[in-house]
């Protein structure tokens, strides 16, 4: 069962327009999530997350937004560069159930960002 | 040392034979936790170790799968009498506290 899900597989963008990568979760236990980037032939690179606490979190060009009540969250990355065409994992994990610190990842979303 | 390291970056194995893996993490990162990837998937969790103790496993982790972190140092995974079903990505990452780093991984094809 899919707890974690990123039903874009792809996304194409114009250089210079916002990017919005969205998510959903269905474990309610969920506290803590992350945006993974992964290039090919790599391994995934952290990129942003957010505690529960919270509903935005900002670093740059990269911004996440959770709605707990919808259990979505969602990445927005403004402007978007060729750089950024990678492919975005959506993570999640429990902190409060002490189970480790494991993530439950999405499928992720493939962003091409348009010169 | 700036990442988390793993050996070999590509494996071709024959179905029946073994492979061990090795991760070594991030030196000051006592969690480490083995996780594998099939095309179209995001990764999966697999394992997981706090320093030397092996605290949590899969049910993805069949008997043929093992996990060692004997000095809360590297990491090795170990998969006995492969199957073409274990072809993918494995991959390992390590934190301290809540920030995670994933090494590059290794790809096991099972011919």
């Known amino acids: 069962d899919q707890q974690v899900k990123q039903n874009s597989p792809s996304l194409s963008v114009q250089e210079g327009r916002i990017s919005i990568l969205n998510c959903d979760y269905t474990?309610?236990?969920?506290?803590?999530f992350l945006w993974y980037k992964k290039y090919p032939a790599e391994g995934p690179t952290f990129l942003i997350s957010i505690s529960s606490i919270k509903d935005k979190n900002e670093d740059g060009r990269f911004t996440v937004f959770l709605n707990k009540s919808a259990k979505h969250l969602s990445l927005h990355i403004v402007p978007s560069q060729p750089g950024d065409s990678a492919v975005y994992f959506c993570a999640a994990s429990a902190r409060r159930a002490n189970t480790g610190n494991q993530f439950y990842f999405g499928t992720g979303t493939s962003l091409t960002v348009i010169p | 040392d700036t990442g988390v390291s793993q050996d070999p970056r590509h494996k071709i194995t024959k179905r029946g034979q073994n492979v061990t893996f090795r991760c070594d993490p991030i030196s000051e990162h006592n969690r480490l936790y083995w996780y594998r990837q099939t095309l179209g998937q995001g990764p999966e969790f697999l394992t997981y170790?706090?320093?030397?103790?092996?605290?949590?496993k899969s049910r993805l982790l069949s008997d043929r799968f093992s996990a060692e972190r004997p000095k809360g140092s590297f990491s090795t995974l170990e998969i006995q009498r492969t199957e073409q079903g274990d072809s993918a990505m494995y991959l390992c990452a390590s934190s301290l506290n809540w920030a995670t780093a994933f090494g590059s991984g290794t790809r096991l094809t099972v011919v």
């Open positions: 474990n309610s236990m969920f506290d803590y």
């Open positions: 170790f706090q320093n030397e103790a092996q605290l949590e």
